[in-house]
Every structure is written in C-alpha cells, then in structure tokens.
C-alpha cells in the first residue's frame, strides 16, 4: 500500500494493528450481524402471524460489543 510504509508495520511507535481497536472492530462487527440476524428473525416472524422480538439476541450483541470496548480500552 501506497500509503503506509512497510517498516512502520514493526516499530514499536508505528501505526501497525494493535490488539485492542482490532477485537473493538472484529465484536463490533459481530455485535451487528447479531442485530441484523435478530431484526430479520423479528420480520420473518412477523410474516407468520406471531412477531416476537429476540430480547436475548439484543443483550447478546451489547454484551459482545461491550467486551469489544473493554477490550479497547484495556488493550494497547
């Protein structure tokens, strides 16, 4: 990649991936799949005469994108 400098991928100080905005990123992308899973299962649920909305789905995917920004704030 044109813009970052292959040797700023190892120093200690450079820009690389660091452990904890990595784990925010990777639950909170999980955190929405959760959500959209659970929205779609509320819709398809609702097509059937019977909408039930998964509550623990929802707790769920906070739950994960919770441990996420720990994990943020925590990890370097």
Known sequence: MAWIGDKEWYEPGG??????????????VIAALIAVFAVADFFISWGQDAPIVRVV??????????VGRI??????
Do not use: E, I
């Not at 820009?15 to 909170?28: K, S, V």
């Not at 769920?60 to 919770?66: F, G, N, T």
């Not at 994990?71 to 370097?76: F, G, H, S, T, Y």
């Open 15 to 28: 820009t690389g991936l660091h452990a904890g905005p990595t784990l925010y990123w990777l639950a909170t």
């Open 71 to 76: 994990c943020r704030a925590l990890l370097p």
């Open 57 to 66: 789905a929802f707790v769920a995917a906070a739950a994960v994108w919770l």
